[in-house]
Nanobody, 121 residues
Framework: QVHLVESGGGMVQTGGSLRLSCVVSERTFKIYELGWFRQAPGKERQFVAAATWGTTTSYSDSVKGRFTISRDNAKNTVYLQMNSLKPEDTAVYYC???????????????WGQGTQVTVSA
């Protein structure tokens, strides 16, 4: 199983920016897809963004145009650049990895421990 460690969370005001990082224990070029999910208190885990081996990326409608996912295979790291943050972006953000494709958006094999992002109004 792949080990993932997130960092970069914190508190920011509305309109601010944060960059989350996720260091992966395995060479990321071997991993089919890396993704970011989030979970707010009392809500279900929600897909945020994902990036496959190549340049294919996908985003939820709620973050499209504001968030950018990127992979640095040389550093075994995946990033989530978050701009124009809103209070509704407040959640614990999780990094995830999967080795093979799946039609299930949430079918990732390995998960990080999460990092808190809080956006104040």
């Amino acid at each position: 199983q792949v080990h993932l460690v997130e960092s970069g969370g914190g508190m920011v005001q509305t309109g601010g920016s944060l960059r989350l990082s996720c260091v992966v224990s395995e060479r990321t070029f071997k991993i089919y897809e890396l993704g970011w999910f989030r979970q707010a208190p009392g809500k279900e885990r929600q897909f945020v963004a994902a990036a496959t081996w190549g340049t294919t990326t996908s985003y939820s409608d709620s973050v499209k145009g504001r968030f950018t996912i990127s992979r640095d295979n040389a550093k075994n790291t995946v990033y989530l650049q978050m701009n124009s943050l809103k209070p509704e972006d407040t959640a614990v953000y999780y990094c995830a990895a999967r080795q093979v494709p799946s039609n299930d958006l949430y079918a990732f094999d390995s998960w990080g421990q999460g990092t808190q992002v809080t956006v104040s109004a």
